[in-house]
Nanobody, 120 residues
Framework: QVQLVESGGGLVQAGGSLRLSCAAS????????MAWFRQAPGKQRELVAG???????NYADFVKGRFTISGDNAKNTVYLQMNTLNAEDTAVYYC??????????????WGQGTQVTVSS
């Protein structure tokens, strides 16, 4: 059983920083991509940043220059460093991974979500 376990969310003032972590646990036999999505109340879930092959990154325009995604292959973990946060960044942040589990197939997995609240 594969699980994505997120941590690092919380309440921060505008202009502050937070670092999210997401660790894939269980029977993981290879990771294709890991990414962070977010969903604000009343809005659709949207991509924030992605990491492919452990090295290639992509970012949504609204976080470029403020957020950085990185990974630790040995720990099957992805991080999202979020700087210069503003009220519009308030959302539940979800970790997503495409990885090979015990079925020997690449499958999609989602974390349970972690709340990020930015006070203005």
């Amino acid at each position: 059983q594969v699980q994505l376990v997120e941590s690092g969310g919380g309440l921060v003032q505008a202009g502050g920083s937070l670092r999210l972590s997401c660790a894939a646990s269980g029977s993981v036999f290879g990771i294709r991509t890991m990414a962070w999505f977010r969903q604000a109340p009343g809005k659709q879930r949207e991509l924030v940043a992605g990491l492919s092959g452990g090295a290639s990154t992509n970012y949504a325009d609204f976080v470029k220059g403020r957020f950085t995604i990185s990974g630790d292959n040995a720990k099957n973990t992805v991080y999202l460093q979020m700087n210069t946060l503003n009220a519009e960044d308030t959302a539940v942040y979800y970790c997503h991974a495409v990885l090979k589990d015990g079925s020997s197939r690449f499958r999609d997995f989602w974390g349970q979500g972690t709340q990020v609240t930015v006070s203005s």
